[in-house]
Every structure is written in structure tokens, then in C-alpha cells.
């Protein structure tokens, strides 16, 4: 049982918008900024957005975060095939003192 | 550029102890910019968070292990460790090592860079 709450999965058709949730409560995003991370099958997570809304470079502007109260949101513009994997939301634990993730969704791009 | 790579046996025995060092390449492990941190993931599952290292030896563990996680740096190395003892087959899992951005202002620290990752099975 994750920590931060996401859809099992989301899907959508090329060159649709898509947007991803993720809940959490007081003492992980309600007090701590979200980071998001692309999973690709077999290979480790990287980081694709950080502090709720901030890309690393190298990661097109087609994705975008965002934050308000306990939930957060990561959203897909111009939808591409590639996009399809699972992506994880985490952030900050002041209980845990460490951090905690969401439990994954898998993108279909139909 | 910084790089991680997790290193160990990938199968242990139930009751044993698990032991993955992760080598810090590209960059020093002594900084004050970032710690060292362990993440598992079961098979099909998501991530779960063990705890963390300071390049001081500083340690925080997530509850959940229950004192059968230790951590340890050497800098002389530039390698970080996990050992978890007891280990049964829940504990099988892709074992990440990590390196975690300290956050000055508010927000929290949060990972930024991974290790590929090293399947770790529980088995007799």
C-alpha cells in the first residue's frame, strides 16, 4: 500500500492531453513540493519533473506539474507513443522523515 | 556526470543478510549538496523508500524495516552500502541506489539521480 495516491492507469490517443493524479496529506505534499519520475520497462526511474512544477533539463515542455493543498497533478500535452510507461509521483515525508512514492500509472497511448 | 552502480550477490538465503554496495562514479560522495539513499521495488510494484546515508555515517531508516536495515558509507571508496539481515521472500526486489538533492528552502530533499538497479531474490 503506497503512501501517495495515483490511478492504476490512464490512457490516451496521440497528440491528446493527459493529466495524472496524485493525492497525499498533510505531512508529505500538503507540506512538500511533488516530484514525478518516467519508469521504462527493466530500466530505473528518472526524474521528469522536481518541486511540483520544474523540468530537468532535457525534458520536453509537453510536460507539466502542478500542486494544490494535499494533491498534485502531472499532465501530457501532444501525447506521443513514447510516452507510454509508468510514471511515479513522490515527495517529502516530515513523518517519515524520508520519501514516499505513489504506487505508479501505467500510460497507454492508444 | 555522476553515475551509480549497485553491486552484490542476486540470490540470498531465507534468515540471511542481504548486502549491496552502491559505487559513486563521477563525482565525490562527500558533498554537502547531496545524500544517499536505498529504494526497493518488488516485482510489478512500486517504490518503496529504506532509508538514507550522510557521507558522515548519518543515518535515517524508514520504520517499516524494523531495525533490520543498516547503512554505511566509505569515502575512501566512494561507496555507500545496505544490509538488511533476516530477510525472507517479501524482501525479493529491484534494489536502487540513489542520490538525494538536499533542498535548502522549503520543500523536501528529493532523488534526483538512480542506480540501474539490481534484482535481489530471496530463495533457498
Known amino acids: 500500500q503506497s503512501v501517495l495516491t495515483q490511478p492504476p492507469s490512464a490512457s490516451g490517443t496521440p497528440g491528446q492531453r493527459v493529466t495524472i493524479s496524485c493525492s497525499g496529506s498533510s505531512s508529505n505534499i500538503g507540506s512538500n513540493t511533488v516530484n514525478w519520475y518516467q519508469q521504462l520497462p527493466g530500466r530505473a526511474p528518472t526524474l521528469l519533473m522536481f518541486?511540483?512544477?520544474l523540468r530537468p533539463s532535457g525534458v520536453p515542455d509537453r510536460f507539466s506539474g502542478s500542486k494544490s493543498g494535499t494533491s498534485a497533478a502531472l499532465a501530457i500535452s501532444g501525447l506521443q507513443s513514447e510516452d507510454e510507461t509508468d510514471y511515479y509521483c513522490?515527495?517529502?515525508?516530515?513523518?517519515?522523515?524520508?520519501?514516499?512514492f505513489g504506487g505508479g500509472t501505467k500510460l497507454t497511448v492508444l | 556526470q555522476m553515475q551509480l552502480q549497485e553491486s552484490g550477490p542476486g540470490l540470498v538465503k531465507p534468515s540471511a543478510t542481504l548486502s549491496l554496495t552502491c559505487i559513486v562514479s563521477g563525482g565525490s560522495i562527500t558533498s554537502d549538496t547531496y545524500y544517499w539513499g536505498w529504494i526497493r521495488q518488488p516485482p510489478g510494484k512500486g517504490l518503496q523508500w529504506i532509508g538514507s546515508v550522510y557521507y558522515s555515517a548519518s543515518t535515517v531508516y524508514n520504520p517499516s524495516f524494523k531495525s533490520r536495515a543498516t547503512m554505511s558509507v566509505d569515502t575512501s571508496k566512494n561507496q555507500f552500502s545496505l544490509s538488511l539481515n533476516s530477510v525472507t521472500a517479501a524482501d525479493t526486489a529491484v534494489y536502487f541506489c540513489?542520490?538525494?538533492?538536499?533542498?535548502?528552502?522549503?520543500?523536501?530533499?528529493?532523488?534526483?539521480?538512480w542506480g540501474q538497479g539490481m534484482l535481489v531474490t530471496v530463495s533457498s
Open positions: 540513489a542520490r538525494v538533492m538536499i533542498v535548502v528552502l522549503e520543500g523536501g530533499d528529493f532523488i534526483d539521480l
Open positions: 513522490a515527495a517529502w515525508d516530515d513523518s517519515l522523515n524520508g520519501v514516499v
Open positions: 518541486r511540483n512544477s
